[in-house]
């Protein structure tokens, strides 16, 4: 299996290239694929507060005896907003994963109507210059979000998180985030809950390069620079979907397999709220 290079953030630290997504995992079986997924290669783990695995993360996280060589994500909820807030909430993700350290800390929806998503990047900020997360970011945000982000704080997230797949490749977004030095990573990166994987373009592309839809279309996040987290929960399936490095994609069929834009699966940021 080739290796995939890592990413160079904005704040000087690397990212994985495919990252191992946990939703809707439990504890128990969140701790058994984490382990399984560093033993097949992976370095990049994803959770969350809402996810109600980040126990089942940081079990795995410890016993996989590599704790250092991953980056542990997870990510503050809507209902812990504002400043004081988020600092809680952090220290209560801490506990639960046992860690000392977030890797990866994000805002995991920013609920506008609410509006406390930029105290909450206030707090997150100085969490990070307190050693207590290593990088910073968002997910589900816009470039209006972002913006606001940089204008009132001088600090732009490392990372946004966002839906995204053939069917949603979110390319005036990814624009904006090569601006201005954000790494895409993708949720949902095979179109959860779609009929992306049974695509006839898709399918057709696979067959020429003898491989599976699902590895082309992790090879097409890869040649567009976004970081995917595929979830699976077998080993053979973590391996497979983590195997995409010597896939090589023409422009054209990059471009062809992006024009299958229909829209988004999942919520709208400026209307989706997730407390």
């Known amino acids: 299996m080739a290796d995939l290079a890592d990413l160079t953030l904005n704040d000087g630290h690397t990212l994985p290239a495919i990252g191992f ?13 984490v382990v399984s ?6 370095r990049l783990v994803d959770s969350a507060v809402n ?5 089942g993360v940081g079990a795995g996280a410890r016993d996989t005896g590599i704790r250092e060589q991953l980056v542990v994500t997870t990510k503050v909820p809507g209902r812990d907003h504002g400043y004081d807030e988020t600092l809680r909430s952090l220290d209560g993700s801490l506990q639960r994963l ?62 946004n998180q966002v839906e ?20 895409t990573e993708a949720w949902s990166p095979l179109g959860r809950r779609s009929d992306l994987l049974d695509n006839d373009v898709l399918a057709g592309l696979a067959r020429d390069k003898g491989v599976s839809v699902t590895r ?11 970081v995917p987290l595929p979830k699976a929960a077998s080993r053979e399936h973590q391996a497979e979907n983590l195997d995409v490095a010597g896939i090589e994609l023409t422009d054209d069929e ?11 699966i999942g919520g709208d940021p400026d209307h989706h709220e997730e407390m």
């Open 21 to 33: 997504g946990t939703y809707p995992l439990d504890d128990a079986q969140a701790r058994d694929a």
């Open 37 to 42: 997924a560093a033993e097949v290669g992976y």
């Open 51 to 55: 996810y109600g695995n980040e126990a």
């Open 98 to 159: 046992g860690l000392d350290r977030v890797d990866l800390y994000l805002i995991h929806w920013p609920n506008p109507s609410v509006d406390r998503y930029v105290d909450t990047w206030r707090a997150m900020v100085a969490a990070r210059d307190a050693g207590k997360v290593r990088s910073i970011g968002v997910s589900n945000f816009t470039e209006a979000h972002l913006r606001r982000l940089a204008d009132e704080t001088g600090v732009l997230p490392a990372v």
């Open 164 to 183: 995204m797949h053939p069917y949603f490749a979110q390319a005036r977004l990814r624009a904006f985030h090569d601006e201005h030095g954000i790494v």
């Open 216 to 226: 082309l279309v992790l090879a097409w996040h890869r040649a567009l620079g976004s």
């Open 254 to 264: 990059v471009a062809a397999i992006s024009a299958l834009e229909r829209g988004r």
